[in-house]
C-alpha cells in the first residue's frame, strides 16, 4: 500500500532534549516536505526537499534541521526543543515539485 | 514567499444547505491544490486547478480558478455530516529561489449540524 508513515505518533519530551521524528514513503517520490500544523495558522512549512541531498527552508525553518541520504526518508530533528514548538506535524511527500502532496497521519509533539 | 487569504474561518451550516471556501492571492498563482482534513485526520489531495477560468466538479464538490488565476473557490452543494472538517487551499511559490515552496491557506473549519 502506498503510504508516508512517521513515528512516533506523539511524543512528549523536556525543553532541550534533542528529538527525531522519522518520516518514511515508499512511493519513490523525490519531493518531501515537514509541515507544522497550530490552530488558527493553517499547515506552515517547514522544510523541504527536492531530491537526496537537496534541501531547502520553508516558511518556519527556525530550530529545526533536516536530512535526506535516502529518498525514501526524511527525518525532522529537533536539537533543542522548546515549548513553542509544541504543535501537530506532517511529513508530506510527492511526485513533483509543490505537487499534489501525500500526508503521513502525523505527529503530536508536546515540548515541556 | 506566497501570500493567500482563505475566508471564511469558520463555517457552521445545517445540513442540506450549501457552503463555499474562498482563497485569493495578490499575485497570479501557477495553479492551486485543495485538501481536506478530518477531525483527528490529516489533510487529503481533493483537486488541482492549473488553466484560467477553470471549474471542476467531484460530486457534490465543485471547484473554480478565476479567470486571472488569483483567486479560488470550493463549494459544496447540499452539505451532509460526512463533509465535517477542514478544506485548505495550497499554492506553490513563484519560482525563483524559492521555487518548490507551497504555501496553505489558513482554512475554513465546516461544522454541519444534522
Known amino acids: 500500500e502506498a503510504q508516508v508513515t512517521q513515528n512516533p505518533r506523539y511524543l512528549i519530551t523536556v525543553t532541550g532534549k534533542k528529538l527525531t521524528v522519522t518520516c518514511s514513503q515508499n512511493?519513490?517520490?523525490?519531493?518531501m516536505s515537514w509541515y507544522r500544523q497550530d490552530p488558527g495558522l493553517g499547515l506552515r512549512q517547514i522544510y523541504y526537499?527536492?531530491?537526496?541531498?537537496?534541501?531547502d527552508k520553508g516558511d518556519v525553518p527556525e530550530g529545526y534541521k533536516v536530512s535526506r541520504k535516502e529518498k525514501r526518508n526524511f527525518p525532522l530533528i529537533l536539537e533543542s526543543p522548546s515549548p513553542n514548538q509544541t504543535s501537530l506535524y506532517f511529513c508530506?511527500?510527492?511526485?513533483?515539485?509543490?505537487?499534489?502532496?501525500?500526508f503521513g497521519p502525523g505527529t503530536r509533539l508536546t515540548v515541556t | 514567499g506566497q501570500q493567500v487569504m482563505q475566508i471564511p474561518q469558520y463555517q457552521h451550516v445545517q445540513e442540506g444547505e450549501d457552503f463555499t471556501t474562498y482563497c485569493n492571492s495578490s499575485?497570479?498563482?501557477?495553479?492551486i491544490q485543495w485538501y481536506k482534513q478530518r477531525p483527528g485526520g490529516h489533510p487529503v489531495f481533493l483537486i488541482q486547478?492549473?488553466?484560467?477560468?477553470e471549474v471542476k466538479k467531484q460530486k457534490r464538490l465543485t471547484f473554480q480558478f478565476g479567470e486571472a488565476k488569483k483567486n479560488s473557490s470550493l463549494h459544496i452543494t447540499a452539505t451532509q455530516t460526512t463533509d465535517v472538517g477542514t478544506y485548505f487551499c495550497?499554492?506553490?511559490?513563484?519560482?525563483?529561489?524559492?521555487?518548490?515552496?507551497?504555501?496553505f491557506g489558513q482554512g475554513t473549519i465546516l461544522t454541519v449540524h444534522p
Open positions: 508530506a511527500s510527492s511526485p513533483g515539485l509543490a505537487g499534489r502532496q501525500y
Open positions: 512511493m519513490n517520490h523525490e519531493y
Open positions: 526537499s527536492m531530491n537526496v541531498e537537496v534541501t
Open positions: 499575485t497570479t498563482l501557477s495553479n
Open positions: 486547478l492549473v488553466k484560467s477560468g
Open positions: 495550497a499554492v506553490p511559490d513563484a519560482g525563483g529561489t524559492s521555487y518548490g515552496k507551497l504555501t
